[in-house]
T-cell receptor, first 112, second 113 residues
Framework: GDSVTQMEGPVTLSEEAFLTINCTYT??????LFWYVQYPGEGLQLLLKATKADDKGSNKGFEATYRKETTSFHLEKGSVQVSDSAVYFC???????????FGSGTRLSIRP | EAQVTQNPRYLITVTGKKLTVTCSQN?????MSWYRQDPGLGLRQIYY???????DKGDVPEGYKVSRKEKRNFPLILESPSPNQTSLYFC????????????FGDGTRLSIL
């Protein structure tokens, strides 16, 4: 079946550091890929998405590129801020648009 | 304001006492879904609904029931809750199509003693 694998956390960085959170997937067909962010005590919010191979999603300085050849959708940001501290989830929605699979989440903490 | 509303936000109850968690959305979305979030496991899909009167099992449906009698509402029912259903639950909705993102409620924390 479909699956999503994220790098384990927690990840702790200093402010202005470069961030990468790895995400790889297995799926039949052509899924859409998403990154969601969860701040403490809140539900998940969409951060960015990509719906086909080589698409790049971007938002709030975060970027991720849909790489079909490596089945990856790694999240990157050039300079993180303390306000980026949250849990990040990679997810896929399958071609039938029915099931949604989430990764296990990566907790990110940014030190001032 | 576009939103997904879950109630209650917190509930402590005992094994075997039936409970319902309500979910309502005001965005006229066709697709609705329930998830549970457990440490180290991420979110796992319990049930989903592609439209009114259409529901399907997700990855962890055992011990749960749902219904979709109206487009806006998608309640989650635990007929006989057990301690292993202690978790953080999220309802979400979206338009149909695999490129449509989910809109999440704020979550319901259930503790089953």
């Amino acid at each position: 079946g479909d699956s999503v694998t994220q790098m384990e956390g927690p990840v702790t960085l200093s402010e202005e550091a470069f961030l990468t959170i790895n995400c790889t997937y297995t799926a039949t067909g052509y899924p859409s890929l998403f990154w969601y962010v969860q701040y403490p005590g809140e539900g998940l919010q969409l951060l960015l998405k990509a719906t086909k191979a080589d698409d790049k999603g971007s938002n709030k300085g975060f970027e991720a590129t849909y790489r079909k050849e490596t089945t990856s959708f790694h999240l990157e940001k050039g300079s993180v801020q303390v306000s980026d501290s949250a849990v990040y989830f990679c997810a896929l929605k399958d071609s039938s648009a029915s099931k949604i699979i989430f990764g296990s989440g990566t907790r990110l903490s940014i030190r001032p | 304001e576009a939103q997904v509303t879950q109630n209650p936000r917190y509930l402590i109850t005992v094994t075997g006492k039936k409970l319902t968690v309500t979910c309502s959305q005001n965005m006229n979305h066709e697709y609705m879904s329930w998830y549970r979030q457990d440490p180290g496991l991420g979110l796992r899909q319990i049930y989903y609904s592609m439209n009114v009167e259409v529901t399907d099992k997700g990855d962890v449906p055992e011990g749960y029931k749902v219904s979709r009698k109206e487009k806006r509402n998608f309640p989650l029912i635990l007929e006989s809750p057990s301690p292993n259903q202690t978790s953080l639950y999220f309802c979400a909705s979206s338009r149909t199509g695999n490129n449509q993102p989910q809109h999440f409620g704020d979550g319901t924390r259930l503790s089953i003693l």
